[in-house]
């Protein structure tokens, strides 16, 4: 029935392709402006404990899940649990991950469209010498143009599943490969760029000297959630990525690797951003118009502003790009496992499926302003809490469950592959910290604490 599966030509492509899925809009976008609104420091020091005591552990888990399955989320949930002697229930804990990345990618579109025409912005000179409400103007007229953010979001949208539509070797391996390692030199430059310009100094004192004062209940609890969208965790990229890597690659050490070189580079940014924001005196708690009303203005008034605001946004798009794929592989695998539906024809309907998701994201911030579909939440905030706040987490906690106490010990021991030291941290780690810190968010949720 299934067609041939893909699987990563090595340890190196896994490597940079499940990176290229946790490096995006989260770390670039999301992390520096929570960081500035959360007070700075003290919450890069709580964020950093989320990743190591809940993120890590939890990433090792879901990669350790689709590996041993090798099948998409959904069919792999069904056979561990088949295998565990489990109730065949748990594979819906696979397709919840799958609704949940398509409603992500119906939003995170939208915002890779602003990304994109933010280049063209640069590359049109329009921010020299721009001032603070010149720079508004600029945003909200984007915002209120559903013209432009329909177009931009389509345009990511066929970025996005042109990449998905070409399979496993020859496009998210591909893609990943060439990049990634892009990426990490338009950091370089701009880390270059920023250090030589901004104020480096004032940006680490911000971010580095702790002051623990400012650790509120809410920041942790944003530091937990945020851990979970920045390492991709709780939804199946990471597990359909696990479940085309090889058997002999050790889970704990790529886990730590890519764990760190996502971490590093979201601090990375935020020092090279905040460098340039204090550099022109500017306030860091700007919010989600950090990069797109704040930065623009810095980049405005430093020398070459313009070309190094088009290869700032140029590293947002990449970055979203290769995270953009990682949210639609757990669906088009299933499809192109289950059916006789080919790749190209699946990509091109779940394609269709999230852009209409992207064009109601759209209006939401003109005509449909006042529609309220959650809590009175729009149409925008109502898919971002419902996924990063309730779904990612509740996926997360389940896959945890599921490994630490319904598999059977040996399975996870053979698939982890660890030795007893490093194999009892896992375990105390998955089976009690990250789902009691869990709980914790969804407590909070409930109003019954904080
Ligand atoms: N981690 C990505 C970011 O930081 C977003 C992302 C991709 C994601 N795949 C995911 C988030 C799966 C949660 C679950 O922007």
Not at 109 to 116: A, K, P, T
Not at 232 to 260: D, E, H, K, P, W
Not at 434 to 450: E, N, T
């Amino acid at each position: 029935m299934s067609q041939h599966r893909g699987a990563w030509k090595n340890r190196w492509t896994f490597m940079l392709a499940t990176a290229g899925s946790a490096i995006g809009l989260g770390n670039i976008w999301k992390l520096p402006y929570m960081i500035g609104v959360n007070g700075g420091s003290a919450f890069v020091l709580v964020f950093i404990a989320c990743i190591f005591f809940v993120g890590i552990p939890l990433m090792m888990t879901e990669i350790m899940l689709g590996r041993r399955a090798q099948k998409n989320p959904f069919n792999a949930m069904q056979q561990l649990a088949a295998e565990a002697n489990a109730s065949s229930l748990w594979k819906y804990l696979g397709a919840m991950g799958m609704v949940a990345g398509v409603l992500i990618l119906g939003f995170y579109s939208v915002i890779g469209g602003w990304v994109l025409s933010y280049i063209t912005f640069a590359l049109q000179g329009s921010f020299t010498a721009i001032s603070p409400a010149q720079s508004s103007v600029n945003f909200d007229n984007l915002l209120k143009s559903p013209y432009l953010l329909i177009t931009w979001h389509t345009v990511f949208m066929v970025m996005t599943m042109w990449v998905v539509a070409r399979g496993v070797s020859s496009g998210l391996e591909k893609a990943n490969n060439i990049l990634i390692p892009a990426l990490f030199a338009i950091l370089l430059i701009l880390l270059g760029y920023s250090m030589s310009v901004g104020d480096m100094q004032a940006a680490y004192h911000f971010m580095f000297s702790p002051d623990f004062s400012k650790i509120t209940p809410v920041a942790m609890l944003s530091a937990l959630g945020h851990a979970f969208f920045s390492l991709s965790l709780g939804m199946g990229s990471v597990m359909v990525y696990g479940s085309y890597l090889q058997r002999n690659v050790s889970i704990a050490n790529t886990t730590i690797c890519i764990a760190l070189v996502d971490t590093l580079l979201g601090l990375l940014v935020g020092l090279a951003i905040y460098a340039l924001v204090f550099a022109n005196h500017l306030t860091p708690n700007a919010g989600p118009g950090l990069i797109f009303q704040t930065l623009p203005i810095a980049f405005g008034h430093m020398p070459f502003g313009n070309v190094f605001a088009a290869l700032f946004f140029t590293l947002v798009a990449f970055a979203a790009w290769t995270s953009a794929i990682s949210l639609v592989e757990p669906t088009i695998a299933w499809v192109v496992e289950n059916t006789q539906v080919k790749r190209p024809f699946a990509t091109l309907c779940l394609g269709i499926v999230i852009w209409l998701i992207g064009i109601a994201v759209s209006l939401s911030f003109s005509v449909w302003k006042d529609i309220t579909i959650m809590f009175g939440f729009g149409i925008f905030d109502s898919l971002d809490k419902l996924t990063s706040t309730i779904m990612l987490p509740l996926g997360g906690l389940l896959m945890a469950i599921f490994a630490g106490y319904v598999m059977k010990p040996h399975h996870r021991q053979d698939e982890l592959n660890l030795g007893i030291r490093y194999y009892t941290i896992w375990k105390i780690t998955n089976n009690i910290i990250a789902p009691m810190a869990i709980l914790l968010i969804f407590l909070y949720l409930l109003g019954l604490i904080g």
